[in-house]
């Protein structure tokens, strides 16, 4: 029998890792009432991720928390390099810019425990959002109307129900909620142990100020300067490893000596963990849903496992505050997963195909890889900038189904401060303001906010283009652009309707 019903939601959360505090943070700006429930009684305190992109800073802004995560992160504007055993660089991630497209650096380095933090604390602006830490849910059953959670509050053993219109399983890689709506995962052939560890510095003893992947084939190595003076070090585990002995400090020392001794610094504690490539089939099961980690991992050779997550919370928020608030139609959310998963798809396959460059441990192999590379000059690579599936966007290609950049407007401010968490239309004033009738109502019902073409940034990307009007989701995503009125009324067909009351 389920217990009783002690608390009703709009959204139940299960896991308040980063993406279900970031879910909870978009969900709550929303003005849409959340339970966030978490087995734990704090954040995970050991490594984890260290770097996020521009785009997810963007994220974080539009929650009204860029400052407060700005001060526990540092933006890395040096190229990641790949050296060999020799220490020739085969290879540079470039895009290293202090301003990029989303209007911030475009990378950030960061102690995953302290980001998480903020995310956390930032719930507590939302009347809203409820959090119940040391509250593990071991069952939901779903009905036509919405879903009751059974859940047991740790602390003290009592077993209490939780009423929802919608969960999402943001309960990592070893989902119960994935596992309850029987979404099969498939792999994607990586799966390698690590020893991960983080260095507090007493001292500098001259450690690069970026990161390094030491493609060393007797031991691949990764080094990050995340902030402040913690430095992280990733260690490949060799066939023979024992994954508890090599945690131990004495061993963990003698890995990383060649850069540092106990002189220079404390180390935090060291654990092993396999790195995963696996994606999951099946995000949605009627008022079930899955985000983050619970839905794909990715070895972090790229440092986009919590971004891809990040990216789901940013795609389903605005979709789901529109089904529960607007009275959009519930189909929007199937959109989730046919925007989402070819998206993160191609992040994880990159990752791998690194993971083969930097993983190599056959000397022959290594040494062949490294004759390929010293044949041109080191090449560089971006980070990868898939489109989104089919969805709520035209079938036209990119820069259809892309973020729109945040270019600053006349007045100095960045482009989603006007927007906030609404449609956009940008575009020429001749032809916005002779939309046709219909294509007005739909553009006001909606609520999209109109700017004209006379921002210089806003022009010049619509000049790039060849576009008249450009219509840009709630997430920034670029829904579709129009070159004639007939354009703009299939790009404001495009908005969902609200359902007959
Ligand atoms: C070594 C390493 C380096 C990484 N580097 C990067 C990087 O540089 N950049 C990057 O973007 N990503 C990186 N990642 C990946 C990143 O850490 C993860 O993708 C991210 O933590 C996933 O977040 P999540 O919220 O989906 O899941 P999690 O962080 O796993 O959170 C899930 C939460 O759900 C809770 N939970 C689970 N089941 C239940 C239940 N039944 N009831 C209640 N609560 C429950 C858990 O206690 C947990 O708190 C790295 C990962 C590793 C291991």
């Not at 994880?348 to 441990?361: F, H, M, N, S, W």
């Not at 892309?402 to 407007?409: D, M, N």
């Amino acid at each position: 029998m389920s217990p009783p019903i002690a608390h009703e939601c709009d959204v139940a959360i299960v896991g308040l890792g980063p993406v279900g505090a970031a879910l909870a943070n978009l969900l709550g700006s929303a003005g849409v009432s959340v339970i966030a429930l978490e087995r734990d009684a704090e954040v995970y305190p050991l490594p984890r991720a260290v770097h996020f992109d521009g785009e997810v800073m963007r994220v974080f802004h539009s929650m009204g928390l860029k400052a407060e995560v700005e001060a526990v992160t540092h933006p890395g504007l040096k190229p990641m390099e790949f050296v060999n055993a020799q220490g020739q660089v085969l290879m540079v991630r470039g895009g290293n810019a202090l301003k990029g497209p989303h209007g911030c650096a475009n990378n950030h380095y960061f102690n995953q425990p302290q980001l998480e933090r903020v995310l956390r604390q930032g719930l507590a602006r939302f009347a809203a959002v409820k959090v119940l830490t040391r509250h593990d849910v071991f069952a939901i059953a779903e009905d036509g109307s919405g879903a009751s959670l059974s859940v047991e509050n740790c602390a003290n053993g009592e077993l209490l129900g939780i009423r929802a219109r919608y969960v999402i399983g943001c309960d990592g890689a070893r989902s119960l909620v994935r596992r309850l709506m029987g979404s099969v995962t498939e792999d994607l052939g990586l799966h390698q142990p690590w020893l991960v560890f983080d260095a507090l510095l007493k001292r500098d003893p001259g450690l690069p100020d970026h990161t390094v992947q030491y493609c060393d084939p007797a031991r691949p190595i990764t080094y990050c300067n995340l902030r402040g003076d913690r430095r992280r070090w990733e260690v490949m585990l060799m066939p023979g490893d024992d994954p508890v002995a090599i945690a131990r400090p004495e061993n963990v020392w003698k890995l990383v000596a060649p850069w540092i001794s106990p002189d220079d610094a404390d180390l935090e504690r060291a654990v092993v963990y396999t790195f995963h490539s696996v994606i999951a089939h099946g995000w949605r099961r009627g008022r079930l849903m899955i985000a983050g980690d619970s839905a794909h991992q990715t070895p972090p050779f790229l440092g986009q496992g919590m971004c891809a997550g990040i990216r789901d919370a940013a795609n389903l928020a605005w979709k789901l505050a529109l089904v529960l608030r607007a009275n959009a139609p519930d189909a929007l959310l199937d959109t989730y997963e046919s925007e989402r998963k070819p998206h993160v798809r191609a992040f994880i396959e990159l990752a791998v195909r690194l993971g083969a460059i930097i993983q190599t441990v056959d000397a022959d192999v290594a040494a062949e890889r490294d004759r390929k590379f010293a044949a041109g000059d080191p090449e560089v690579f971006t980070f990868p900038a898939p489109g989104l599936g089919p969805g709520l966007r035209s079938d036209e290609p990119a820069p259809v189904g892309q973020p729109f950049p945040q270019p600053e407007l006349a007045d100095g401010r960045l482009l989603d401060c006007e927007l906030g968490g609404r449609f956009g239309l940008i575009g020429q004033a001749a032809l916005i303001d002779h939309a046709d009738g219909a294509t007005r109502r739909r553009l006001r019902d909606a609520g999209v906010v109109e700017l004209d073409d006379r921002h210089p940034g806003l022009r010049a990307w619509l000049d790039a283009h060849d576009a008249r009007a450009v219509l840009l989701r709630p997430d920034r995503y670029v829904a579709g652009i129009a070159r004639d009125p007939a354009g703009l009324a299939r790009l404001a067909a495009l908005l969902p309707h609200a359902r007959a009351a």
